[in-house]
């Protein structure tokens, strides 16, 4: 039995189209199924739903054989995954290109960020994202106070709470929407398939295929234009 993780929403959504290219068709709607093992039209391979941050623990420690997940929560918690020591149980072979978005930096309209970088203010900085906001703030040499938040960061510069938020951005309508801008752009974002390095070695002719086919429904779907 081969075991992907995925979760629920836009890595779901976008992952089906590669999944039925390599032959693979999902048989329940997780958004009506309360199933959390969802079937396949193969009767070895099952579909996991867990949470976008929980899909690298379920491959690391073996609950699923290969997942989907977004670049933002590999590096994110590439530390606390790895905790176990002795080299990653994490393989990383491919880019899916799939739920692509960016993390940027956004404050309120009326916040001068170019001045205050340029003064050397001590910003006060609201994310969920504190691993890679540390790191962009300490390359650029701003001090920063970073307030760990777990949804909502739009809220924290409306509020008072911070100065700016580390988040992700798609379309920008979300910020556009509460008087906020993008003032920098700290990295590109899409997902990844992640692959359990023991299973790939233990189920490797099982697992090779399927890799095989998500690298290629990959590249067909990039060569396609987009919309
Ligand atoms: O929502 P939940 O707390 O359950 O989990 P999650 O937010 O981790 O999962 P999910 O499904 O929302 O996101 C999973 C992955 O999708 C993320 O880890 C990213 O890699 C990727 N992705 C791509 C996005 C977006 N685009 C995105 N726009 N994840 C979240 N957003 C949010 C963003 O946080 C902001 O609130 O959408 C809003 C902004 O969108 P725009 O279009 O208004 O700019
Ligand atoms: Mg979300």
Not at 101 to 114: L, T
Request: hydrophobic content about 45%.
């Amino acid at each position: 039995m081969i075991t992907l993780a995925l979760s629920k929403g836009r890595i779901f959504d976008e992952t089906l189209p590669l999944l039925a290219r390599a032959g693979i068709e999902v048989l329940e709607d997780p958004d009506t199924s309360r199933k959390l093992i969802l079937p396949t039209n193969r009767a070895d391979v099952r579909v996991v739903l867990v949470r976008a941050t929980d899909v690298p623990t379920y491959v690391e420690y073996g609950g699923a054989d290969l997942g989907v997940t977004g670049l933002d929560t590999l590096l994110e918690n590439r530390a606390q995954w790895s905790s176990a020591g002795a080299g990653s149980g994490l393989y990383q072979p491919l880019d899916l290109g799939i739920a692509r978005c960016r993390v940027s930096v956004a404050v309120r309209a009326d916040f001068d960020y170019a001045a205050a970088v340029r003064q050397g203010s001590r910003l006060k900085v609201a994310t969920k994202y504190t691993a890679i906001a540390r790191e962009f703030f300490a390359a650029k040499g701003v001090h920063v106070d970073l307030i760990k938040l777990y949804g909502s960061m739009e809220l924290a510069p409306l509020t008072g709470l911070a100065d700016a938020i580390v988040d992700l951005v798609s379309t920008g309508n979300t910020l556009k929407a509460n008087d906020l801008v993008e003032v920098e752009r700290i990295m590109d974002i899409s997902s990844r398939l992640v692959v359990n390095q023991a299973a790939l070695k233990l189920k490797r002719e099982a697992l090779r295929p399927l890799i095989d086919a998500f690298a290629q429904a990959t590249a067909s779907q990039s060569a396609e234009p987009r919309p």
